[in-house]
Structures are given as C-alpha cells and as structure tokens.
C-alpha cells in the first residue's frame, strides 16, 4: 500500500465472517494491487508472515464463532428442560386454518385472510391431513 492511501482503523475481527470471506477478501485486495496492513497486530498481507498471521486469526476469530454458538444451544436446551425457555407464542391458530380451508378457501385465500404466509397454511394443512 503506498502513502497516499487513505487509511481507517479497522479491528481485524471485525474483518470478515467466516475464513472463506476473509480469503476472498484478502484475493480482492489483491487483484486491486493493495494490501492490507493492520496498525495494532502484525498483520501486513504483502508479506508471507502477515498472510499467515491474519489466517490464523481468521481461524481463532471462527472457532470462537462455533464455541459461542454451541453453548447458546446448551443453554435454551437446559431451559427447555427447566421449563424457563419456552419460545415465542405461536402467531397462527391452526383451527382458524383447517376451518377456513373445510370452507372451501385455498391456501393464498386463507394466508390473504389471516396476515400469514402461505407456506404457513400449507405446512398446517399438511400436518392436520
């Protein structure tokens, strides 16, 4: 990157989202003829070292990612257990659906009728069927 480039702070986490974005990324900056160089790590992709430092924090940052998700999974399933977590109120009335449709109304009829959408009505019919 030369000196005339305008630079912003940028924390490195904030990055990209996964390490296949931060690899496109990274080529993007590239085919431009620009590299990206970090101010408070190491991190300078015009070098081998800083590519390599900016991958591994890509694959931390990721891993961090999973390891955070996995543990909100365990926690709404002990609250479930608990009986603390019990979702959001369900937004359809299922009998409304089956009345309407032994009416004779169609599914679009029925999702215009109620507010909801039509894979609704379908899903619903289905079940009950």
């Known amino acids: 990157m030369d000196?005339?480039?305008v630079s912003k702070p940028l924390r490195e986490d904030?990055?990209?989202r996964s390490i296949a974005d931060l690899a496109n990324i990274v080529r993007t900056l590239e085919e431009k003829g620009v590299s990206l160089r970090a101010t408070e790590?190491?991190?300078d992709t015009s070098s081998a070292a800083g590519r390599a430092f900016l991958q591994m924090l890509g694959v931390?940052?990721?891993f961090e990612t999973a390891i955070r998700r996995e543990r909100q999974l365990e926690g709404i399933a002990k609250a479930k257990e608990e009986g603390v977590y019990k979702g959001r109120p369900a937004s359809i009335n299922p009998a409304k659906?089956?009345?309407l449709a032994a009416k004779g109304l169609g599914g679009t009829e029925i999702a215009r009728s109620?507010?909801?959408?039509r894979a609704s009505v379908?899903?619903?019919l289905k079940e009950s069927a």
């Open 122 to 124: 379908y899903r619903l």
């Open 41 to 43: 790590q190491p991190i």
């Open 114 to 117: 109620l507010g909801i959408g």
């Open 97 to 99: 659906v089956r009345e």
């Open 3 to 5: 000196d005339s480039a």
């Open 60 to 62: 931390f940052a990721e």
């Open 14 to 16: 904030r990055l990209a």
